[in-house]
């Protein structure tokens, strides 16, 4: 057996002769190198009518060289056909080693074309690790504005202990969601997008859109934070004399930080436009100097123990004076043995001269001074345990000394005492804290750039955390232990000569903090700008927000141009507030939604037990995502409740809008798998009990018949189908194909296609399926007995009037019609029957007046009553009366029934006017014995039609089941003597003559017949039935009439579908309803 093959291809000549030169070469085609083309026709295909969530779903993680792989020889010809689709574990492991993933757009697209069309090559910035990648990013994120300008202030004011509560709540929610962040960022590898991709695709589009959302007008009014602080730190510390407004110093001041504020944002917005590598080399920069004001800041601690700084404060009784105003903190001082009067005299007094006349506060204390910096040794740390929260415009005081004053003389403000620009409360420091945590996400928006994402992310960011938390809890203790509580408590340093008090505190000077806060301010502002635009346009070009996708465009190296824009728009409005600590607890309550969401996509999947959750970070549980969450949303409500509504509401609304109006995305989220599992114990549950009488409702299997087009024949019923239900309920739209499926699995899906969109047409809200069956009545049982699942399953069946059985040239459809009539009775579910069906309104249609009539003739579970109610919920029908008619024989009191009846449709709550219509005996006429005649004719002849066709295919088989026979005999008795030939009558022959002779006498018989005296009844009853109900609704919009049941025997179930056109016949829209016999209304709550 040879070892090699050749095969050529007849139907393609270039294929064909790269194989006859492999011949030549002796090499042997592969059966990879002869699918190839059809293969790659496959791939690009799939590429080109796929979206940008079909990789997320796929196991192969780059389909670029798909068909670079051949699988050559005969060791796996078993599976050679499967190839295609199924390819082998070589050649993914293959892509999985040459997987390589993209940056999240941190770096700068450097591609770029030459203008001989020549393309630049791009340099690859090598991979990161732990320490690189993730720790220092998350340090420069964590650390920043609030530790070197507020954070003296809330220790001043919570005090240590409060402080010391404060930030442990605030790290220990963010370690919380870093532990539930490292396991769903090694759950898997995380494509660009970085943390917005995590919650995206482990919560759902929808979620996923409205929590990116809040995670970019967080980022976004950061950016306004670092600026405001960056504009703080110039206009106060660096150039106190470059203002612009002058009069009212606190109004002043807030004015000054918007015009430099917006200047600053134009600048940093022009940088970032530039591009974004200009950021990357100042990085290092920035983290430079907060890791220098840091250390300086513990090389003043420990020099405190030492010599502690000559910083003094001076103080008039017990209030803090601001000493920028003046020299010297004494009334008078001795010049060349001189009393004169100091600056502070002039203050206070209406002249310099002694006997001038000065405030009462000032006469009756007396100056000191103390230092601002008692040191480490010198117990300060016991005054400052406790807070000291005071109202606006309070001087700030030294509770421990005395102070001599007027209570009812007020504190003048225009004096340079120093006052608390703001109310102070406990709720109020949480919410202007806690941005100093957030940056936790640095690292997982690299992980494209990390050698190993999975190890550095949880790793790096963790440590970050715990390092960052350390600093600022060691910060408490020693900003309390070293610093005095009236210069903690001043918050811009007005008493020590308008230095930042942590810059009293830093060594060897204090424009160590005053530099280094300033650019890494000023870093941090530009990082904001530069993330907060990349992660606007990434939402963007996701396509779940139909309204954000013109910010997914950008320059041609990919720069998201529009989204800065926008965002430059929205850290305007921060800006304009003008305020570090207004503008802290917004950013607080958006990033806090976020992380309340990373929290809870991590115990959502945790608790599914999902399949492909499987994290390599293991070192995490349900009960701390569960408490992360809890405490983001604590500390949500305790910053402020009206701010923790706004992102709240955003989140809502954007939840809503992408429900309704977003695209549809599958990206396997948490969420879908919680609504399996919800579905799962609401299916079981409702299986355990039987439903109750006033929970019952119509939930329906719809009937639609498909054209030879596969479009729906009748979208009216789809239309009905929604006034009736609602929305509310069980619908299931479905149709029966005839055949098999292997030969008609495409017009399946076709057929499914065409109803979900006549359904979207309709907005019938509910399930499409299509069943293809050998036969269409096998078709329909199936879908009766099997449609639904536990306890959703359908009750009640409409379907349309076959009003083309008369013509048709079989009796399939009055047969099917028939059969499923009996099956829903057996089935015990009720029955709707449409006639007319294209007559019925239109979703948009409005009934503007008229009636709806339903004829009220057995009981069969009140189904007639509820279906009224049913529609004049809907818009179309609202305007609609209801009507009642029930029919009264001879012997029943008409009057006493119309009260019966009308006191049991006021204990059912239903509004309708109610008719009893007396229908008295009277002779058959001949109308109706003649149409009872013609009827039975017709089904006779009908009858000898079939019989006819039978027979003639029975001959048919008679004869070639003959010839067959004669042939096998003259071969076999090839050459013998004949025999003697009897002429007999076999049973087929007699059978067949038999037929003949009475296909003759029936023809003869049947204008001679008499018609069933169970016929004539049944059509009395009809015709006369059909007398009243035209009269009295024939202009009525609809008809609700009680469809009588086939009869038992099968024998006259041909005459059934006559009956029924009888009775309808010259009404225009008509319900006919069969109960599923059970009550399905009730008089009692």
């Known amino acids: 057996m040879p070892t090699n093959f050749t095969v050529v291809p007849v139907d393609n000549a270039g294929e064909a002769g790269n194989s006859a030169a492999a011949a030549e070469e002796g090499k042997p085609a592969s059966l990879g190198n002869i699918f190839q083309e059809e293969a790659e026709e496959e791939n690009v295909q799939g590429l080109n009518s796929g979206d940008e969530g079909q990789g997320e779903s796929s196991p192969f993680i780059n389909s670029d060289s798909d068909g670079d792989y051949y699988y050559e020889g005969k060791n796996m010809a078993l599976f050679e056909e499967e190839m295609d689709s199924t390819p082998m574990v070589s050649s993914l492991l293959n892509k999985l080693a040459n997987y390589t993933n993209l940056t999240q757009g941190v770096r700068e697209h450097e591609e770029a074309e030459y203008e001989d069309g020549i393309q630049r090559v791009a340099v690859r910035v090598p991979q990161m690790g732990t320490f690189i990648g993730v720790y220092l990013p998350c340090m420069q994120n964590i650390l920043g504005v609030i530790l070197f300008l507020r954070l003296t202030w809330i220790v001043g004011t919570a005090g240590i202990l409060g402080s010391f509560a404060i930030v442990s709540m605030c790290c220990i929610c963010t370690l919380l969601t870093a532990i539930s962040m490292s396991a769903i960022a090694t759950n898997g590898v995380v494509p660009a997008g970085g943390s917005y991709y995590m919650i995206s695709r482990s919560l759902g589009p929808e979620f996923g859109g409205a929590v990116g959302l809040c995670f970019y007008l967080g980022t976004t009014f950061a950016g306004s934070l670092y600026i405001l602080g960056t504009m703080e ?117 209406d002249s310099k001269y002694p006997n001038a006349t000065c405030d009462p506060f000032f006469t009756n204390n007396n100056l000191t001074e103390i230092r601002a910096i008692p040191g480490l040794l010198s117990g300060v740390i016991k005054d400052n345990l406790w807070g000291e929260y005071a109202p606006a415009r ?46 936790i996400m640095a690292g997982s928006n690299r992980s494209g750039d990390l050698r190993d994402a999975q190890r550095s992310i949880p790793i790096g960011t963790i440590m970050a955390i715990v390092t960052t938390s350390i600093i ?40 160590v903090i005053v530099i280094g806060s300033f650019f890494s301010c000023c870093g941090a502002g530009l990082q904001s700008l530069t993330g907060a635009a990349r992660l606007l346009q990434a939402i963007a070009r996701d396509g779940i927000i139909p309204f954000l996708q013109f910010f997914g465009h950008g320059k041609a190296n990919g720069e998201p141009t529009w989204a800065l824009l926008l965002t430059v728009g929205i850290c305007e409005i921060g800006i304009l507030i003008a305020s570090l600590d207004a503008v802290a607890p917004i950013l607080s309550m958006f990033f806090l939604m976020c992380y309340l969401f990373v929290n809870l996509a991590c115990a959502v999947q945790t608790l599914l037990r ?113 006034q009736l239900k609602a929305g509310n309920g069980l619908t299931i739209i479905c149709s029966v194909l005839e055949g098999t499926y292997m030969t008609r699995e495409k017009d399946a899906k076709t057929g499914e296609q065409s109803l979900k969109a006549a359904m979207v047409a ?129 012997d029943d009191n008409s009057i006493q029934m119309k009260k019966d009846l009308q006191m049991f449709l006021y204990h059912l709550r239903l509004d309708a006017q109610v008719e009893v219509v007396e229908m008295h005996d009277s002779d058959i006429s001949a109308f109706t014995y003649e149409k009872t005649l013609m009827m039975e004719q017709r089904s006779q002849m009908l009858k000898q039609m079939q019989l006819s066709r039978t027979e003639r295919e029975r001959e048919a088989q008679l004869i070639h089941d003959r010839n067959t026979a004669s042939h096998s005999t003259n071969e076999k008795a090839a050459g013998a003597p004949p025999d003697k030939v009897h002429m007999t009558w076999t049973k087929e022959k007699l059978i067949h003559e038999k037929n003949k002779h009475r296909e003759g006498m029936g023809v003869k018989d049947m204008f001679n ?77």
């Open 233 to 349: 730190i110039l206009l106060l510390y660096i150039v106190p004399t470059a203002t612009v407004f002058k009069e009212g110093e606190d109004e002043a001041r807030l004015n000054n930080m918007r015009v430099y504020g917006t200047c600053c944002l134009l600048l940093m917005a022009l940088v970032v436009f530039v591009g974004v590598k200009y950021v990357n080399k100042l990085s290092l920069v920035f983290l430079s100097c907060v890791f220098l004001s840091i250390m300086a800041t513990y090389a003043g601690v420990i020099k405190t123990v030492i010599e502690p700084p000559e910083f003094n404060v001076c103080l008039l009784g017990n209030r803090s004076l601001r000493n920028d105003k003046f020299g010297i903190c004494a009334k008078t001082e001795v010049v060349k043995n001189n009393t004169l009067t100091t600056e502070l005299w002039s203050i206070f007094c």
């Open 394 to 439: 309070e001087p700030i005081e030294k509770k421990s000394l005395v102070s001599e004053q007027d209570p009812d003389t007020p504190t003048d403000t225009y004096k340079p005492y120093v006052f608390n620009d703001i109310a102070t409360y406990f709720t109020l420091l949480v919410g202007i804290y806690f941005p100093s945590v957030t940056g």
């Open 472 to 511: 600022y809890m060691s910060c408490v203790v020693l900003f309390g232990a070293c610093i005095e509580g009236v210069v903690l408590r001043d918050k811009f340093g007005y008493s020590v000569k308008k230095t930042p008090v942590i810059g009293v505190l830093a060594w060897p000077s204090p424009w």
């Open 610 to 722: 999902t399949p492909n959750w499987r994290p390599r970070f293991k070192f995490y549980h349900w009960t701390l995502s569960f408490l992360g969450m809890s405490l983001c949303l604590s500390l949500m409500f305790i910053s402020s409740w009206y701010y923790a509504l706004v992102p709240m509401v955003i989140a809502g609304c954007i939840y809503k809008y992408i429900e309704y109006r977003g695209a549809v995305k599958e990206w396997g989220d948490g969420i879908r798998g919680l609504s399996l599992n919800a579905a799962r114990y609401a299916l079981i549950r409702l299986e355990e009990v039987p439903l109750h009488t006033k929970n019952w409702r119509p939930q329906l299997l719809v009937f639609c018949k498909l054209n030879s087009d596969l479009e729906v024949k009748h979208p009216r019923l789809l239309s009905f189908t929604t």
């Open 762 to 890: 309709e907005r019938t809200k509910g399930f499409s399926h299509i069943v293809v069956s050998s036969d269409l009545r096998d078709g329909f049982s199936l879908l009766i007995q099997s449609a639904g699942l536990g306890g959703m399953k359908h009750n009640t069946v409409l379907m349309a009037w076959p009003a083309g059985w008369k013509q048709a040239g079989d009796s399939s459809a009055r047969r099917n019609f028939i059969e499923t009539v009996r099956e829903t009775t057996a089935a015990h579910q009720a029955l709707l029957v449409a006639k007319n069906i294209d007559h019925f309104p239109s979703n948009q249609e409005r009934q503007k007046e008229g009636t709806i009539d339903v004829w009220w003739i057995v009981h069969d579970g009140g189904l007639l009553m509820l279906l009224p109610f049913l529609l004049s919920q809907h818009k179309v029908w609202r305007k609609c009366k209801m009507r009642i008619f029930t029919v009264a024989q001879m």
């Open 1009 to 1085: 017949m008499k018609p069933n005296q169970s016929n004539v009844r049944r059509m009395h009853t009809a015709v006369k039935l059909n007398e009243v109900v035209v009269k009295n609704s024939q202009n009525s919009q609809l008809v609700l009439l009680n469809m009588p049941g086939p009869p038992s025997n099968k024998k006259g179930h041909e005459n059934y579908m006559e009956f029924l056109e009888v009775l309808m016949e010259g009404l225009d829209r008509v319900l006919l309803v069969r109960g599923g016999g059970r009550e399905v209304i009730t008089i009692y709550s």
